[in-house]
T-cell receptor, first 115, second 115 residues
Framework: DTEVTQTPKHLVMGMTNKKSLKCEQHMGHRAMYWYKQKAKKPPELMFVYSYEKLSINESVPSRFSPECPNSSLLNLHLHALQPEDSALYLC??????????????FGDGTRLSIL | AQSVAQPEDQVNVAEGNPLTVKCTYSVSGNPYLFWYVQYPNRGLQFLLKYITGDNLVKGSYGFEAEFNKSQTSFHLKKPSALVSDSALYFCAVRDMSTGGFKTIFGAGTRLFVKA
């Protein structure tokens, strides 16, 4: 069982819809991440939150809007997505002290399909 | 710029035989290296890391990795492969220019273990 929980597991949405992906962890990690992963490719970093503040945005289009309401939760709000946004979206967390040598803990992802 | 390379898209091995999944890295300064495994329809799982110290690192599920500074390599090994080891393996390095929050992944190597 993974310690990072992502919901929903699957999501199908039209290009005009608004939806949100949710991620939750109770390991006390203060660094949280969103990744996008295409099939058989490595994850691509989208956003990093440290102490609930956005610290890295990898030039992600504004149709993706992250939110970190508290230290356990991370959301990704989606609006007006394009078909090429169809992918597996992974959430991860890690300890923030000595972040560079701490492993990331990943959820099982949300598989997103844009019609 | 920091990078990792996994020269093999796929590795095939018979059950019971030793396996090696190759990784080379290019970093400025000391490398913080990781191996992750991804099973179908799952997120990434941490296997092991090298930060400093012994060149042979032991990790989960009987895996180990050998850090070789002169060859800038960090190959993943297991003495006896299991069919259940079949998965996608990612080598990764931490990008220290971002405070260690950014992970750079290799392209991934698909491991097939035949019974």
């Amino acid at each position: 069982d993974t310690e990072v929980t992502q919901t929903p597991k699957h999501l199908v949405m039209g290009m005009t819809n608004k939806k949100s992906l949710k991620c939750e962890q109770h390991m006390g990690h203060r660094a949280m991440y969103w990744y996008k992963q295409k099939a058989k490719k490595p994850p691509e970093l989208m956003f990093v939150y440290s102490y609930e503040k956005l610290s890295i945005n990898e030039s992600v289009p504004s149709r993706f809007s992250p939110e970190c309401p508290n230290s356990s939760l991370l959301n990704l709000h989606l609006h007006a997505l394009q078909p090429e946004d169809s992918a597996l979206y992974l959430c991860a967390s890690s300890q923030i002290q000595g972040a560079s040598n701490q492993p990331q803990h990943f959820g099982d992802g949300t598989r997103l399909s844009i019609l | 710029a920091q990078s990792v390379a996994q020269p093999e898209d796929q590795v095939n091995v018979a059950e019971g035989n030793p396996l090696t999944v190759k990784c080379t890295y290019s970093v400025s300064g000391n490398p913080y290296l990781f191996w992750y495994v991804q099973y179908p329809n799952r997120g990434l799982q941490f296997l092991l890391k090298y930060i400093t110290g012994d060149n042979l690192v032991k990790g989960s599920y009987g895996f180990e990795a050998e850090f070789n500074k002169s060859q800038t390599s960090f190959h993943l090994k297991k003495p006896s492969a299991l069919v259940s080891d079949s998965a996608l393996y990612f080598c990764a390095v931490r990008d220290m220019s971002t405070g260690g929050f950014k992970t750079i992944f290799g392209a991934g190597t698909r491991l097939f273990v035949k019974a």
